[in-house]
């Protein structure tokens, strides 16, 4: 995907489930997750066994998101993103994007998810990629 289909699919995009979120100060998620949250997004935590991040609900998988999601950004491990894109599989909606997340990549990923039409991002962090093509927000 190139930049300026980067930059429409942020600037269009509403809703973000951020799989792996925590709220844990000083980590990356925890950065990332508060910048799309400031940015304007819908976030929808997802993480086994919290109840809430951010001050937000908190969903287990992504079969139990209250609706569709545009993006999916992943804070996993590359070992798991698989079976993620499994999960996503298994859902009657799609999201535009399967955003793995800076150092993260998984080629099995796009085998899946690819003739879906899902588009996957790997090594890239959404919110460095929202401030250079979005303009960022404080």
């Known amino acids: 995907m190139e930049d300026e289909q980067r930059r429409s699919l942020l600037r269009s995009a ?16 925890d950065v990332v997750g508060r910048y799309l949250i400031r940015a304007g997004y819908t976030l929808w935590p997802v993480h086994p066994l919290r109840q809430s991040v951010w001050g937000l609900p908190c969903f287990a998988s992504l079969g139990a998101l209250p609706g569709k ?5 992943l804070f996993r491990s590359a070992s798991a993103c698989p079976a993620h894109a499994g999960e996503l599989l298994a859902l009657a909606w799609k999201p535009r994007v399967f ?14 998810l690819a003739p879906q039409g899902i588009s996957v991002l790997e090594d890239l962090c959404i919110m460095v990629e929202h401030r250079r093509l979005c303009g960022g927000v404080d």
Request: glycine share 12%; net charge positive.
């Open 69 to 73: 999601a545009d993006i999916i950004n």
């Open 99 to 112: 955003w793995m997340q800076l150092g993260i990549r998984s080629p099995e990923v796009g085998k899946l």
């Open 14 to 29: 509403k809703t973000i489930a951020l799989v792996g979120a925590k709220d844990t100060p000083g980590q990356p998620v």
